[in-house]
């Protein structure tokens, strides 16, 4: 079992940035694959980024790409996203998740952060 707890959410004006954080605990993520994932109210989940824990390889979506940044911290056990030039359109709640394979869904996540960006 995989535990990830999120934080870092709260409310921010636009352009402004906010830092995300999710602490992993259970296993040993050497081999895991970490997302970041938002949902929108009335809206579904959509990818965000992620981060291959080994090599710290990344991927971001085309509507974050140049603004977000995922990252690792392998003694803490921490991924953070941080976003910058934050839209109104980038408010929703943020959910950190893993999974061991590329290919197939994500195995386990966290409960979610609220970010709120204001115009």
């Known amino acids: 079992q995989v535990q990830l707890v999120e934080s870092g959410g709260g409310l921010v004006q636009a352009g402004g940035s906010l830092r995300l954080y999710c602490a992993a605990s259970?296993?040993?993520?050497?081999?895991?694959?970490m997302g970041w994932f938002r949902q929108a109210p009335g809206k579904e989940r959509e990818f965000v980024a992620r981060?291959?824990?080994?090599?710290?390889?990344?991927l971001y979506a085309d509507s974050v790409k140049g603004r977000f940044t995922v990252s690792r911290d392998n003694v803490k056990n921490t991924v953070y996203l941080q976003m910058n030039s934050l839209k109104p359109e980038d408010t929703a709640v943020y959910y950190c998740?893993?999974?061991?394979?590329?290919?197939?869904?994500?195995?386990?996540w966290g409960q979610g952060t609220q970010v709120t960006v204001s115009s």
């Open positions: 981060i291959r824990w080994s090599d710290g390889s990344t």
């Open positions: 998740a893993a999974k061991i394979y590329l290919v197939g869904e994500y195995d386990y």
């Open positions: 259970g296993r040993t993520l050497s081999s895991y694959f």
